[in-house]
């Protein structure tokens, strides 16, 4: 699955290999909806539709559970994008490098 990621010159671009945390979370960033820094599980299902994946209520809700360390039932795009990233390497086969 390929995700569309902005790179730092405003230049969009599919990613199907390699992408950096840095791009998936900006990526990630443009769901958060209502502006609040934390992806809700609709958040998070809107986002993997937008790439084509089916994507169930349900299956998000497991993916917030996996990725949620505070327990709070969002995950903060600041404090616990690592979680999301490792969750999203194991389950689509994304793979998002340091750099």
Same mark, same amino acid.
């Given at each position: ?5 902005t790179?730092?010159?405003?230049r969009?671009?599919?990613v199907?290999g390699?992408?950096?945390v840095?791009e998936?979370r900006q *990526? !990630?960033?443009?769901? @958060?909806?209502d %502006?609040? &820094?934390h992806i809700s599980?609709?958040e998070?299902?809107?986002?993997i539709r ?5 994507f169930?209520?349900?299956?998000s809700?497991? *993916? !917030?559970r996996q990725a @949620?360390?505070? %327990?709070d &039932?969002?995950?903060?795009?600041d ?5 999301l ?9 994304l ?5």
């Amino acid at each position: 699955m390929a995700i569309t990621a902005t790179s730092s010159g405003g230049r969009s671009r599919a990613v199907a290999g390699d992408m950096t945390v840095e791009e998936f979370r900006q *990526w !990630i960033r443009r769901f @958060d909806i209502d %502006g609040d &820094g934390h992806i809700s599980r609709e958040e998070l299902r809107r986002a993997i539709r937008s790439v084509g994946g089916r994507f169930s209520g349900w299956r998000s809700g497991r *993916w !917030i559970r996996q990725a @949620d360390a505070d %327990g709070d &039932g969002l995950i903060d795009v600041d404090d616990e994008i690592d979680n999301l990233i490792a969750y999203a390497q194991s389950s689509l086969g994304l793979k998002i490098v340091a750099y």
